[in-house]
């Protein structure tokens, strides 16, 4: 078994190949590195880093890749526990890819919202405990993923002339999340806090954003990926079929609630999106994005 026979050392599917260890197909290969996933021989944690640069945004193939991903760990039953990180200083991930709601094709739409819900499914309804590691930015639906995670640990802000920011910013940008992801606020950070959160468009400093219960730790940036793995292996020692009843417990009715929903849930982001209204909105919002590199 693989946790069991490789020393100490991180492994990327692609190289435990090499070394002649059968693993099934990761997503190394055919996403293009979109995803990294890696195992820790000895503990049995998982690793799957978005390495999607510049920002980890969410587009389609960024969906499908994680999903992926994730499906492939959870089909290895000595894996207990996975965290869920980036490769790119200063961005956890930017949300969804805005480009894919700009000018769509409706085809490709419905693909992209479908694979953004089958994150929603996958992450938060998953058999593994979750530990987001928030190295850096963590808008709207970069919000959701650590939202969908068990536990988040996210850098602190101290000492930073410009923090990371975590929550649901949507309002602001004249859209709103949908009512899943809103759910999942709630059921987080209680009702007034998401209330706030929401109306406002809020993007919370990670001294906040703890404070508030949106994440549940802060430590140095160079500390976040290693601490994150630290506490996946505790997790990872709890009995698995309690933790799950447990997670399933708060969990199980909004899952099927979309579940039931979902087709709904498609055609209403896709009418949403493709309105005239909303389109002026992503236009500007696209524009506003590059002139602020210019
Ligand atoms: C009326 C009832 C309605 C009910 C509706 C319900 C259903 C409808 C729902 C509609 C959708 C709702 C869900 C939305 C969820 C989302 O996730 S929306 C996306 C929100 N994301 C953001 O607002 C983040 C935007 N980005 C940033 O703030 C910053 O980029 C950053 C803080 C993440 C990082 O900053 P920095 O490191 O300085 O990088 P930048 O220079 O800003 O960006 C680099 C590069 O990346 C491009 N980019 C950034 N973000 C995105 C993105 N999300 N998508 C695509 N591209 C992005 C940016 O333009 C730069 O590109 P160039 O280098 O200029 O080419």
Request: aromatic share 6%; net charge positive.
């Amino acid at each position: 078994m693989l946790v069991a026979t490789l020393s100490k050392r991180l492994l990327r599917v692609g190289q435990a190949k090499r070394c002649g260890l059968s693993l099934r197909s990761f997503s190394d290969a055919k996403d293009k590195d979109l995803v990294l996933t890696s195992i820790d021989g000895d503990t049995g944690v998982a690793t799957i880093t978005m390495n999607q640069a510049p920002v980890n945004s969410l587009s389609l193939e960024m969906c499908q890749a994680i999903t992926t991903a994730i499906k492939e760990v959870e089909s290895q039953p000595e894996i207990q526990s996975l965290v869920l990180a980036s490769s790119l200083p200063g961005v956890f991930c930017a949300g969804l890819d805005i480009t894919e709601l700009h000018k769509p094709d409706e085809k490709r739409l419905t693909d992209f919202w479908h694979s953004f819900q089958q994150i929603y499914f996958d992450l938060y309804g998953s058999r593994l405990a979750t530990i987001a590691a928030i190295a850096g930015h963590a808008p709207a639906a970069g919000c959701m993923l650590a939202l969908s995670c068990d536990y988040r640990i996210m850098v602190s802000g101290a000492g930073s002339k410009k923090p990371s920011t975590i929550g649901l910013n949507e309002t602001k940008l004249g859209i709103v999340a949908p009512s899943w992801l809103g759910y999942q606020y709630i059921d987080t950070i209680g009702q007034r806090q998401a209330e706030l959160g929401l109306s406002l468009g809020l993007l919370h400093q990670p001294e906040q954003a703890l404070a508030i219960g949106l994440v549940d730790e802060l430590v140095p940036r160079e500390e976040v990926l290693s601490r994150a793995q630290a506490e996946a292996v505790k997790w990872g020692k709890i009995p698995a079929k309690a933790r799950l009843a447990s997670k399933m417990l708060a969990r199980k009715a909004r899952l099927d609630h979309l579940a039931a929903t979902r087709k709904e849930d498609n055609d209403f982001f896709r009418s949403f999106v493709t309105n005239e209204t909303a389109q002026k909105i992503i236009d500007g919002y696209l524009q506003s994005l590059s002139k602020k590199k210019s």
